[in-house]
């Protein structure tokens, strides 16, 4: 179709060509997988439990630095969860404002405080979520932590800006049903969406969480989010181990841009599956200024940039052929 053009030039256009056929080809699969993956759930819906949740200990982590304008209201809709059993670890990460004054005024005994100061603090999200997990022992009282277990310990991340839809603990807990499901991502709803610019972004978040999240769900390869991230306990020891021994990190989160990512890579390359559920969100605040917006995809496309570094580890991954070409693609 590119005739009497140079032949250089020729096969940039074809190439072009080929590569959007490819991610129409993309999107089509996995839009036909995503419609399949709803009906599924429509037909789940209903069947467990009211009370299924019940089975499970929710451990909220919520980093925090310098979060004292919204921390008050993320702490008051996190206590009105309707979770039967749950503790709450929010992580001050040498916040230099009045967020430790203002979480020092809680007195519920689920909600626990980890003060992190210098020079171990400030190291980044991962490097924070990395010490509650070391330390999530000593937050849960021990005779709750045995009746649990490791196996049915479900770690909820939640950033300082986010607010979980309050009922959303029954239909994760029904993905958890399942012993090989290491991790769940909610959906991702923007609540300043009023605005255009975060319009845009509530759209862009609720197209790739139906279409791209769902489609990989039925493989078990959703991708994990830094907001609404779910993931069992024994899954996360499992990363953690394998991290420390290769000298890599601290725990399950590697110190990466986009380490939500990572985190889900890992899941998956340790045969754990990865889901996503679109029933309930958590609302987080989307960014109205262009500079902002820029700075963050910058960080996003050099964060997939350091994940093309574990194309080995996917292609070991204990998953489906046409999984495995869409995580490569992806």
Partial sequence: PFTGLPFPVQALFVSALL??????????????????EQHRREELHG?????DETAYLWVFMV???????????????????????????????????????????????????MTRVAPNARLGKAAALNAAWADISSFIDPEVFARFGDERTLVVIVDADGRLDADFADSVAERFNN????????????????????????????????????????????GMGGNGQINRLRALDEIGAMNIAAGSA?????????????LGLSLIECGWANRQEMTHAVNQQGLSSYRRLFRQRVRWCQGNMQAIARWRGMLRAPITKLAKIDAMFW
């Fill in 179 to 222: 012993p090989k499901v290491g991790g769940a991502q909610l959906a991702v709803r923007i609540y300043n969406r009023k605005r255009p610019l975060a319009y845009m972004q509530d759209v862009e978040f609720r197209m790739f969480g139906s279409t791209f999240q769902l489609g990989r769900s039925s493989w078990g390869t959703a």
């Fill in 19 to 36: 590569l959007s056929l490819a991610q129409l080809a993309a999107v089509l699969q996995l839009t036909w997988r995503s419609i399949r």
């Fill in 63 to 113: 980093p925090a630095l310098n979060e004292a304008v919204t921390i008050r209201d993320t702490v008051d809709r996190l206590t009105r969860i309707e979770a039967s059993n749950k503790v709450f670890i929010i992580i001050n990460d040498g916040s230099t404002d009045d967020t430790g004054e203002i979480l020092a005024t809680y007195s519920n005994p689920d909600l626990m405080t």
């Fill in 250 to 262: 601290t725990g399950p989160w590697r110190d990466r841009l986009t380490e939500d990512q990572d």
């Fill in 47 to 51: 069947s467990y439990e009211a009370h």
